[in-house]
């Protein structure tokens, strides 16, 4: 009899089925045309999307990816009578300081396996053994091979990091640091309220610092609401127009940084910035019927938003992170089934742009080429310690540069150990 204190190996087995019908669909996908002379500004390129539909039909070894995984320490538990998938990777080195790894959306627990390595063993990949990590690396809940529950709020960042520390608490760490970005962000900020006594630091690429609306607002009302300019900044309502924003008018709190960012936030630029996730907040399941239906659709859909959020200085998003590494991503999306359920963060996380309480916890940001944080907004909500700004890799900092995320969270956590 199993209870939900077990904690039991996993190993990644999709059926023969499962891959026949992906290559069926794709075969018979009904391709539209493209559109005369916009480029990439009306989204996916169908003369680009086919050639990589075809490379994942008939070349990509989903068989071969699926057995390097597998060599990986996978272990699912159940919390909340809910399955949690998790990679538990101990270090060689026994008295590593322990990790959690929170990866975001649209990405999944692969999104660090480049940085696996290193960060567990440093020794093996030329670094200071007295910097390694015991590194755990949950799919949240609705991702991947993790369950959420179907009850309003379970599909929220803030209820992601309740799992987190009932997962560090069950695997008996009682003291332990945190990284995340994008919605990993988001769970890495809540763990620093609900498990501060437990977190030596909480690390955080790109964080997603917005101007504070009310909180009864949802992330799609906001998002329209910047799309038109308007946010409401610390509760005060500011009317903002394109290059222009007045915080107010205590403009000379922000540095001439912040203020440009900000000038794109509440801009123009915002609406095709950002006009996926009003959509995924405010019509998630119109979205997820095709979606869920379609390989080419799923493929369109998430490879449109690598390409935004990678590199800007890199065009397509192959070339950032790797074809097979951004296929075995959108693969683990297809074979779960899981595309919708990782849309409810967008409509159900309650502190995305919501006023917040400060954090006490050491924080570290780490900002890649693309991310527009607003250093004031984040020493608002956390306890910065230290500010680092790279000059290459992108959103999916792990992926695109690892060598830099994985140096700066060394440096960071170096003095809290």
């Known amino acids: 009899m199993t209870t939900e204190q077990d904690i039991r190996p996993f190993h990644i087995e999709i059926p023969q089925a499962q891959i026949d019908d992906l290559r069926g669909r794709l075969a018979n996908t009904l391709w539209p045309q493209d559109l005369p002379g916009v480029g990439w500004g009306k989204g996916m390129r169908v003369s680009y999307l086919r050639p990589l539909a075809e490379y994942w039909r008939t070349e990509f070894d989903w068989r071969a990816v699926e057995a390097k995984l597998n ?20 270090s060689p080195e026994l008295d590593a300081l322990p990790l959690v790894l929170n990866h975001g959306w649209p990405a ?20 200071d053994p007295a910097d390694a990590f015991h590194l755990v690396i949950p799919s949240l809940p609705g991702f991947g091979f993790s369950e959420v529950a179907p009850d309003a709020g379970a599909g929220s960042t803030e209820r992601f990091a309740e799992v987190v520390a009932a997962l560090m608490a069950r695997l008996g760490y009682d003291r332990y640091g945190v990284q995340g970005g994008d919605a990993g962000y988001f769970v890495a900020a809540h ?4 498990a501060r006594e437990h977190l030596a630091g909480i690390h955080v690429n790109g964080p997603i610092t917005v101007p504070a609306w009310d909180s009864d607002e949802s992330w799609g009302d906001a998002a329209e609401s910047a799309s038109a300019g308007e946010w409401s900044s610390g509760g005060a309502e500011e009317s903002v127009s394109a290059g222009e924003w007045s915080p107010g008018g205590a403009e000379s709190e922000y540095s001439p940084e912040d203020q440009a960012k900000l ?23 119109t979205l997820a019927i095709g979606v869920h239906d379609s390989p080419a659709g799923l493929l369109s859909w998430i490879t449109d938003l690598f390409r935004q959020y990678t590199s800007p200085a890199i065009d397509l998003p ?9 296929l075995t991503n959108i693969s683990l999306y297809w074979f779960t089934g899981t595309f919708a359920s990782s849309l409810r963060l967008y409509s ?21 080429p693309g991310d527009m944080s607003i250093r004031k907004l984040a020493e608002d909500a956390h306890n910065i310690v230290r500010w680092t700004e790279f000059d290459r890799g ?20 170096r003095s809290l150990r």
């Open 263 to 285: 000038a794109v936030l509440s801009g123009p630029e915002s609406y095709s910035r950002y006009d996926y996730a009003t959509l995924q907040a405010n019509r998630p399941q």
């Open 191 to 194: 763990l620093g309220h609900i």
């Open 394 to 413: 992108g959103h999916f900092a792990a992926m695109e540069a690892p060598d830099l995320l994985t140096a700066d969270v060394r440096e960071f956590f």
């Open 108 to 127: 999944s627990f692969v999104e660090f396996l480049p940085v696996i390595g290193p960060l567990s063993d440093p020794r093996a990949h030329g670094g």
């Open 71 to 90: 060599e990986l320490p996978q272990f699912v538990t159940e919390i909340a009578g809910r399955q949690v998938h998790f990679l538990h990777v101990r």
């Open 318 to 326: 192959e070339d950032a992170v790797g074809r097979d590494a951004l």
């Open 348 to 368: 159900e996380s309650a502190a995305w742009g919501a006023p917040v309480q400060k954090s006490d916890v050491p924080t570290a940001a780490a900002l890649f």
